[in-house]
């Protein structure tokens, strides 16, 4: 396997990249994009880089803040060899374009520093489409509070992380940071005294002190066997990537009532459906209502860039209109503040956006909530009693930010759901 890693940085891995210095073998102008296109997302904060393939050229998109932007469409020519070049540094077979292939590769931009990439070709119409996910580091100084929960969130959280036994669940779509948040959970969990393990697919953060397992289904080392083996572990703290099948969750659920804390997550579009979710999956009611201590549901929203944003309504009436509709209530509108708008300069690269922040709707499992579970109440009747026990729905939460100048009123309507009263 080659090497393409810079010998001045000296790092003996066989599918680096290095950012400088390249090696007289390494000027191949396929290798020179390659590294110019990973510097570039790196440098931008991209959360996933797109080679496109179509009947003539070819493109690529970096995924910024959520949203995808076409950065470039190089010559046709340099379409294979490109390609080629990413296969062989993620170890992949370069002559296998049938079937989807994943793996891994580095950058590295210092002797002691480097970004990780996971890569997957998906064999289409034109050729291998490629997408390299930029794996995140988790940075030591990360607080709740820099994930967006506000102080009431942060302390319901906090009880439900630190209880002895029970589930905590973070539910949301793809892309919605949920296993940033449980790391961030793990962090604050980790210490000397405490043993975690946790169970992935694949792991994509590694954290000192965590003992991480990666899923391997054609090894039959899947979430349950995993869950199993744990339960032999004399563990304290289990977490499990996803709950994906019914087995999953009944061996999650069992743990959580065995004085374990397990924390994991689910897609679902809010906490009130993630019970539903689970009845529907075959979990009795039950054990659901015993085990269930807290469900997170959360969103990734763009953060307004401050360099440039600008007030976002000129007419007083027509702001306090469009406020109001979108959910904002008399008291709030009486209250000296006014909402911003994206502009764009050269700190934000034109977008009017820079980074993102969660939303999130916290429900703690009442004994109002379970008593609803017991008796397979419907999704709406839960979140009825969410709303009476003052959890915020992810709308709310929204123009809590929108009120705060993080982001626009125009990024939460496009995130949340249309209804600000509903859950």
Known sequence: MNTLADSATAVPTPNALSSTGPKEDDNAPAVRLLRELLLDAATHGASDVHIEPSEHDWRIRLRID????????????????FICCVKVLARLDIAERRVPQDGRLKLYVAADKFEEFRVNTLPTLWGEKLVLRRLDTLPATLTLTDLGFDLKQQ???AAAIHAPHGMVLVTGPTGSGKT?????????????????CSVEDPAEIQLAGVNQVSVRDKAGLTFAVALRAFLRQDPDVIMVGEIRDTETA???LQAAQTGHLVLSTLHTNDAPATLARLLDMGIAPFNLACAMRLIIAQRLVRKLCLACRAPAFTDQTTAEAMLRSAGFDETTLAEDWQPYRAVG???????????RIGIHQVMPVTAAIRGLIMARSSTDAIAQQALRDGVKSLREAGLAQVRAGTTSLEEILAVTDASPATF
């Open 155 to 157: 302390a319901t959280l």
């Open 66 to 81: 959520g949203v995808l932007h076409e950065t470039m469409r190089p010559p046709p020519y340099l379409r294979d060899p």
């Open 180 to 196: 940033l948040s449980l790391y961030c959970f793990l962090q604050r969990l980790n210490r000397e005294s405490i043993n975690i």
């Open 345 to 355: 300069c050269a700190a934000c690269h034109g977008i009017g956006y820079r980074g």
């Open 250 to 252: 009944s061996v999650a």
